[in-house]
């Protein structure tokens, strides 16, 4: 009899083997028994749609869901009032994410050691660091107060359970029975077509969109990102079918920031406007604008030297203006760009301006002295620019693309760059009294603090119903920026900067 | 022996990973998808294609009317009839808005416009948002469900005469239309859907339904405009018991009747003006029937 000569194979080929087995048979079992395609489910329960009706990807919107968003949350469908639900229907979601992460930061300035002590020295290494991890929580709840009358409350937490309410507001809608009346008063995410809040990454870097909170290097402004959540008034109008939108808001220059921050009685502007266009079997093709405009201080009051909360004047200005486009190659391709040009007051540039208490946003804690270390300069009265001083400006841009396999699988990639166009320390720079304000006391780089960055990942939705929600979230993003790396040791010129993460995880809302 | 059985089991494994897409795809074959799938729609200039709506029918509407269009969808049994219908079973091919007589097909147009207008008191909202072609393609698709497209042709719209001025004398004729032809059964002498017949309603499946209340603000299911109106009790709403009355209204009367049903409603309008002037009182059930214009 032939006996066939087998190869001998290692344990690990033979677990290989298996597993390789098992993996395709549970990938086919999910892919086949999913069911037909995944929102804020207490929406999806009142009004028994689908996560895919209203989003593109749960949380990024469609056209559909932005109509139902700027209805005040509404399908005007004479049911919209609480008083046509079940009285046991609470609209309450909770939304946190399991992950693993690795993070990789090119270069960091570590101690260096000798024969088991550190010697004084230092050196310049990469750091990586990876494990298992946890998002925020959010509580979202949202929905009608009565026929025309909506709010949404959505306290959120960091990591580590430190809450803050990141969105609250009553709108009125459909005022006089007009779809261009309507009114919200709160803290909300500015009228941005690409929303920061329902971005579809969760990477450190790849999560929000740099375009919306570029600050060149050594500024001050931390107001006009346009991705915070902000405290003021919103108009909103629109036409039946959502196809032209206009807003505008005037928001407290705050950053968001509550309790009158150091910067109250200084305002902005927040102004958006689009047309959608039907573009046949292509999809409905949207262009649109944004301009913000503001104002805030860089000079607050003192009380025996300590910043006195709620007493900035000395308001400059700013502002942040750009386009957008939402473009769809058939039901599949997704293409959605931002621009931005921004600018800001020159006493910006040289770091005043940034009075903020602590607030997860990037502000500055202060509690002694003006100008001790720690805190932010004070344009005290009769404090000059230094020579050399420039409005700081720059551009950038954002592009967005999605494939849409199903409303169960989306792919998404993304590039941002940001570029100065003039940076505060110009030509023939030299520091002021206060010294070296933004932390550079010579002429800058042009490039200083240019990003670019991509992104790309998939989400994918095992299950969608009308009821919660799960992603199995894949995302790998890389960022580089100019002169933000610790200064060569040898001969103290700027380093560029690289970092990475990639993430896995499970986005789950209920 | 032991690698024979590894050797067995990784064949196996294929073969179920093979399987398992098979037997899911037999699942969509219980109709003739080959013949269903080439379903089309026109409307206007454009020409829908089902298998292009198929996508957009699993995005948006398959959590109601379910894969099959059965009207069988996840949310179908939290759908409590009479406040809220259940969802539109396409299988069955019968649609309560149409502009074409009763018991026909409606048209392309008619199921357009049901996407586009959706339908108010119900969780059937409006589609308006979707491009023109995809509301065409979706059109198709649910086409492609019944075999009624298979078989028959859609009916032909009915003709519906200019809209004649709003008179005083208009509104009490059509007052007298709606006595004459029993409205008030179901809808009650003021629009209110309190009738001594609405707590009996039930559709064609047996399910409750009640009629619409003209007094409550909200718009007829079929369109608010007053063409919509003149249609939908023309047509009758199939599936339903609202009958068509084009056996027993004359074009000019239907329009009367119109002018009446809008002194109900609660926006402003100059019918509500005119009944107000005249102190129109709603129709007396005990009274005899009106004959029809033209009658002894």
């Known amino acids: ?510 | 022996m032991r690698t024979e059985l590894r050797k067995w089991s990784l064949l196996l494994s294929v073969a179920a990973v093979l399987a398992l897409p098979l037997a899911s795809s037999a699942q969509l074959t219980k109709y003739d998808l080959a013949q269903k799938l080439n379903a089309e729609a026109h409307v206007g200039k454009l020409t829908g294609h089902a298998k292009a709506g198929a996508a957009d029918y699993r995005r948006y509407c398959v959590g109601c009317h379910g894969v099959l269009g059965d009207g069988n969808g996840e949310n179908a049994d939290w759908m409590l009839p009479p406040m809220y219908q259940k969802p539109r079973d396409f299988q069955l091919g019968i649609f309560k808005c149409r502009s074409t007589l009763s018991g026909t097909l409606p048209t392309d147009q008619d199921l357009y416009d049901a996407i586009t207008r959706g339908f108010d008191r119900s969780n059937m909202p409006q589609w308006n948002t979707l491009s023109k072609q995809e509301r065409t393609d979706l059109v198709a698709w649910v086409k492609h469900f019944s075999p009624r497209w298979a078989n028959e042709q859609p009916g032909t719209p009915i003709t519906i005469p200019p809209e004649p001025e709003v008179t005083a004398d208009r509104i009490k004729a059509g007052r007298d239309v709606f006595a004459r032809v029993q409205c008030w059964k179901c809808h009650g002498v003021a629009g209110q859907a309190n009738g001594p017949s609405a707590s009996t309603l039930a559709d064609d499946l047996g399910r409750p339904i009640a009629p619409f209340n003209f007094t409550d603000g909200s718009r007829p299911k079929c369109g608010d405009t007053d063409k919509d109106i003149y249609r939908i009790f023309m047509t009758g709403l199939d599936g339903t018991p609202m009958p068509s009355f084009a056996d027993n209204i004359k074009p000019d009367e239907a329009w009367d009747l119109v002018f009446y049903l809008r002194t109900f409603m609660q926006e402003k309008s100059k019918e509500k003006e005119l009944a107000k002037q005249i102190g129109l009182k709603p129709v007396d059930p005990n009274a005899p029937a009106p004959a029809a214009s033209g009658q002894q």
Not at chain 1, 257 to 283: E, I
């Open chain 1, 1 to 510: 009899m032939h006996v066939k000569k087998r190869l001998p194979r290692s344990n690990v080929a033979r677990f290989a083997t298996s597993l390789s087995a098992v993996s395709l048979i549970l990938v086919s079992i999910i892919l086949t028994c999913s069911q037909p395609a995944n929102a804020l489910p207490a929406f999806a329960r009142k009004y028994g749609l689908r996560c895919s009706a209203c989003h593109e990807s749960w949380p990024m919107l469609n056209y559909f869901g932005q109509k139902f968003k700027d209805n005040g949350y509404q399908l005007m469908n004479d049911r919209d009032a609480p008083i046509w639900q079940n009285p046991g229907y609470w609209p309450v979601v909770f939304r946190i994410t399991p992950i693993w992460h690795r993070v990789s930061v090119g270069k960091v300035q570590v101690d260096t050691y000798t024969a088991g002590a550190a010697d004084g020295g230092q050196a310049v290494q990469r750091v990586s660091s990876s494990g298992f991890d946890l998002s925020g929580l959010d509580f979202h709840t949202g929905g009608t107060l009565e026929k025309n009358i909506s709010f949404y409350l959505l306290p959120s937490s960091d990591p580590t359970g430190a809450f803050h309410f990141e969105q609250v507001f009553v709108r009125f809608d459909n005022i006089f029975h007009s779809s261009w009346l309507n009114f919200k008063l709160g803290r909300f995410e500015l009228d941005n077509l690409l929303s920061e809040k329902r971005i579809l990454t969760l990477t450190g870097n790849g999560g929000v969109y740099q375009t919306y909170h570029f600050i060149p290097q050594g500024d001050g402004n931390i107001f006009g990102q346009i991705g915070d959540n902000q405290l003021g008034i919103e108009y909103l109008g629109h036409s039946a079918d959502d196809r032209t939108r206009i807003s505008a808001s005037l928001v407290s220059s705050s950053d968001g920031n509550v309790n009158l921050s150091t910067t109250a009685n200084a305002y902005t502007g927040f102004f958006a406007g689009s047309q959608a266009f039907d573009a046949g079997r292509m999809g409905v093709q949207r262009l649109g604008f944004y301009a913000m405009a503001g104002e805030a201080s860089t000079y607050y009051l003192t009380q025996g030297g300590v910043p006195l909360g709620g007493s900035g004047i000395g308001n400059k200005s700013f502002s942040r203006e750009g386009f957008v486009g939402q473009f769809y190659f058939g039901p599949h391709v997704g293409l959605t760009v931002v621009t931005q040009h921004g600018t800001d007051n020159a006493w910006f540039g040289q770091g005043y301006g940034n009075a903020e208490a602590t607030d997860g946003n990037g502000g500055t804690t202060c509690g002694g002295p003006a100008l001790s270390p720690g805190c932010p300069p004070n344009n005290f009265p009769g404090t000059a620019l230094p020579t050399g001083s420039q409005a700081p400006s720059w551009n950038g841009v954002t592009f967005e693309g999605h494939y849409i396999y199903s409303p169960q699988l989306i792919f998404i990639s993304r590039y941002e760059v940001e570029k100065m166009s003039q940076q505060a320390n110009g030509p023939g720079y030299t520091p002021g009294p206060q010294g070296a304000t933004n932390g550079f006391s010579t002429q800058m780089p042009s490039n200083l603090g240019n990003i670019s960055t991509y992104t790309i990942g998939f989400r994918y939705n095992p299950f969608m119903t009308s009821r919660a929600g799960l992603a199995w979230h894949n995302e790998y993003n890389w960022l580089h920026q100019d002169g933000t790396g610790p200064a060569n040791l040898a001969t103290g010129a700027l380093t560029n900067l690289n970092t990475s993460e990639i993430l896995m995880g499970l986005d789950f809302d209920f």
